[in-house]
């Protein structure tokens, strides 16, 4: 349900605070932060400003708002660690044929991480409600993870880092309904817009307008294809603000569908600030499902 004014109006106070700390997403397993009190000196221009930012961010992140999750640090060492150990069912036949340790072949390390910046490598589809995706990728040391909950129902929600006072995030999305894409290079601009307007209205097809994609840029990455595309579109808050927002998304296809992370960010923070950031998340996406055998680690549920 999308925030009221009043929420909105709320959030904005605890949010945008001078004294305050950012506001974002605890579960038990996460460190609460305290809100300290809005000094009395906040303007009614700049209280609206806050407003529309604030409602930015809970339009943009309310799935990762309204449904807690694990909120750790990662680290690229222990990612890269969780790449290298990834078993392959051709491994898995060697352990059991020659009765000794598993050999593991591995997959590629994220690289081109920049300083600063922290990773995950994380199985979508744990729950087995969903065929197992293996989803890496490097976001900012002081970003929030949020992961998809798990209940006796299966598995909902997805993969997300963010600083989501800022309205600044990056979502795991798996396009519904469309099957395995042989070569993602060889899609048009139309496939890529469908797609991406998917990821970012699924809450609802009236919380944007305008949507357009600016640029594709196709990319070889390890062996895999993926398609780097730019793209901008207005988003409709709860409280009827309109907010313009940016960002870049990576698209691939592997195992029975078509994957992708997108970024965004308000467009004056993308312009001014954030687009070296989103790029460099997104640049570092991999996604992997042929030939992977999942099933110790999801047996376990500790592959986090």
């Not at 999308?2 to 038990?28: D, K, M, N, Q, R």
């Not at 303007?43 to 694990?70: E, H, I, K, L």
């Not at 290298?84 to 050999?103: F, L, Y």
């Not at 909950?149 to 993969?159: H, K």
């Amino acid at each position: 349900m999308a925030p009221s004014i009043i929420s909105a109006a709320a959030c904005a106070l605890a949010i945008f605070a001078p004294s305050s700390e950012a506001f974002v997403p605890v579960s038990t397993h996460a460190a609460r932060h305290d809100v300290s009190s809005l000094s009395a000196t906040t303007d009614r221009r700049g209280f609206m400003s806050n407003v529309a930012s604030a409602s930015a961010a809970v339009a943009g992140v309310s799935s990762a708002w309204m449904t807690p999750g694990p909120a750790l640090a990662y680290g690229l060492k222990k990612a890269n660690e969780k790449l290298a150990s990834a078993q392959t069912q051709r491994d898995i036949n060697i352990t059991v044929h020659a009765k000794c340790n598993t050999v593991s072949y591995g997959l590629p390390s994220l690289s081109n991480i920049p300083d600063g910046f922290s990773a995950l490598t994380e199985i979508y589809g744990k729950s087995g409600d969903r065929s197992p995706l293996l989803v890496a990728f490097g976001f900012p040391l002081d970003w929030v993870v949020t992961l998809p909950s798990q209940d006796v129902n299966g598995e909902a929600g997805t993969i997300q880092a963010g600083e989501y006072a800022k309205g600044d995030t990056a979502t795991f999305f798996l396009l519904p309904g469309e099957g395995k894409v042989s070569n993602i290079h060889d899609k048009d601009k139309n496939f890529f817009k469908s797609a991406l307007i998917a990821a970012i209205s699924q809450k609802g097809s009236n919380i944007y307008q305008d949507f357009k994609i600016i640029k594709t840029n196709p990319v070889t990455n390890d062996g895999q294809n993926y398609m780097l595309v730019d793209f901008k579109y207005t988003l409709l808050t709860g409280a009827g603000f309109e907010v313009e927002r940016q960002g870049v998304a990576s698209v691939t296809s592997v195992g029975d569908g078509v994957q992708l992370l997108w970024a965004a960010s308000i467009s004056a923070r993308y312009k001014n600030k954030t687009e070296k950031t989103l790029r460099s998340i997104v640049e570092s996406f991999r996604c992997y499902a042929d030939g992977l055998n999942f099933s110790a680690d999801l047996k376990k549920g500790d592959f986090n």
